[in-house]
């Protein structure tokens, strides 16, 4: 991969092509659906909040007057949402061309999704993955299409829940936030190895912000992470959200981007900077572990991605 000195400006035009990016109202959600939208593609916003997604669309519409944007609701932490949202899709659209798991929780107390999963580990990964499945087939229609799974640099810090994902009997907010970012990773990569094995036209693709200031950790529910992340991190070491975005922009839209690898920031510790090749976790890259989570996944959520058999 080679990208040196590479920032949105070179977004190679999109018009024709759809985008879904979850968590689009804010963040480096909302910087990744502007610059698509700035590229011509039409982008459709995944939101939890349909009053906030209107808010960000005439934010990006009053920025670029024409651009093809609509504004769907979901919550990742509920199925049932994912569902709805991926039956809206099917009837509204035939094919999409890149879906952007974007979206995220960071550090609440312990609470549980409707469906009885811990809330970071629903909302960040067992959503994206449901959604994901079941957007599929759309994707294999697309044009070059690509799923890019946002995880973090904190993945490398965690060690999977496999033997108690809902935090029964132990549970650390930052703890239980670096687990579902390991998902994201161990997901990404798994979905790489079961299109390729499927020879299915879709790619998957990883990319982390490196320490970005967005929402995502003023709004940690938990007064010391706040603390700690929004008045002392952001202003000292982040870099703008915009910037945070171009890995998940590279990795959504550039031919030298690589399959099932990870775009991340170049600079010191992966922090800030361009995108760059990104290192994976030993856990993030085991087949063993991709096998777990996948089997996990499936029961968690009742996707089955039918049309992908087993990595081997």
């Known amino acids: 991969m080679t990208a040196d000195g590479w920032t949105e400006a070179l977004i190679p035009d999109q018009t024709g092509r759809t985008f879904v990016v979850t968590g689009a109202t804010s963040g480096l959600g909302l910087a990744t659906a502007q610059a698509l939208a700035a590229c011509g593609a039409r ?3 995944a939101v939890r909040d349909e009053e906030k997604g209107h808010r960000a669309a005439a934010g990006i519409a009053a920025a670029r007057p024409g651009a093809e944007l609509e504004v769907r609701r979901v919550d990742l932490a509920d199925l049932g949402s994912v569902r709805d949202f ?17 979206a995220g929780v960071m550090a609440p107390p312990r609470t549980l999704s409707p469906q009885g999963h811990e809330l970071q580990f629903a909302t960040n990964h067992l959503g994206h993955f449901a959604l994901t499945g079941l957007l599929l087939d759309l994707l294999a229609a697309g044009g070059r299409p690509r799923v890019v799974t946002v995880t973090s640099v904190n993945h ?3 060690r999977l829940p496999f033997t108690d994902p809902a935090g029964e009997r132990r549970y650390s907010p930052m703890g239980a936030y670096n687990s579902s970012k390991l998902a994201n990773a161990i997901f990404g990569r798994e979905l790489h190895r079961r299109l390729s094995a499927a020879a299915s036209p879709v790619r998957s693709f990883l990319a982390h912000p490196g320490y970005t200031a967005t929402n995502l950790q003023t709004s940690a529910t938990t007064g010391l992470w706040r603390f700690l992340l929004g008045r002392i991190g952001n202003p000292l070491l982040a870099q703008p959200v ?18 099932g690898e990870l775009v991340a920031p170049d600079g010191a510790g992966e922090l800030r900077g361009h995108p760059a090749p990104g290192r994976l976790s030993a ?12 089997e996990l996944s499936e029961q968690a959520t009742g996707v089955r991605f039918t049309a992908l058999r087993p990595s081997v």
């Open 86 to 102: 991926a039956a809206r899709m099917h009837a509204d659209h035939r094919r999409l061309d890149v879906l952007i798991n974007n």
């Open 43 to 45: 982008v459709v916003l």
């Open 156 to 158: 490398r810090q965690a």
């Open 242 to 259: 915009d910037r945070g975005a171009w890995p998940q922009l590279f990795a959504a839209t550039d031919a030298a981007a690589q399959p």
């Open 283 to 294: 856990a993030a890259t085991d087949p063993e572990h991709g096998r777990r989570l996948w």
